[in-house]
């Protein structure tokens, strides 16, 4: 059974910098698309980004491109989501979720409909 659980959230300032984290346990394979989902009050959950474990290839969202990273620790199961830059609008619960994938196939898919499993969240306020 995957379990994720999700750390690091918290109230910052506009221009502020949070490091979310997520603990994987009960992974069976080295090839998942793991992948960070935020979803604001009122709003669809979203896809921020996402990473294939099996070759590190990396999707951003093209709100966060270029504030957000999302490097993975693949010896301890570790998940990460580096936000930099941070503005009102990213305000939301972050999600950790993860999908196997089978061998050759190696696009993160972008939906949350497709991911099997999720964390219960960590929300992130940015406000002044």
């Known amino acids: 059974q995957v379990q994720l659980v999700e750390s690091g959230g918290g109230s910052v300032q506009p221009g502020g910098s949070l490091r979310l984290s997520c603990a994987a346990s009960g992974l069976t394979s080295s090839r998942y698309c793991m992948a960070w989902f935020r979803q604001a009050p009122e709003k669809e959950r979203e896809g921020v980004a996402a990473?294939?474990?099996?070759?590190?290839?990396?999707y951003y969202d093209d709100s966060v491109k270029g504030r957000f990273t999302i490097p993975q620790d693949n010896t301890n199961n570790m998940l990460y989501l580096q936000m930099n830059s941070l503005k009102h609008e990213d305000t939301a619960m972050y999600y950790c979720a993860a999908v196997p994938m089978e061998y050759g196939l190696n696009i993160c898919p972008p939906a949350p409909s497709d991911y099997n499993y999720w964390g219960q969240g960590t929300q992130v306020t940015v406000s002044s």
């Open positions: 990473i294939y474990t099996g070759d590190g290839t990396t």
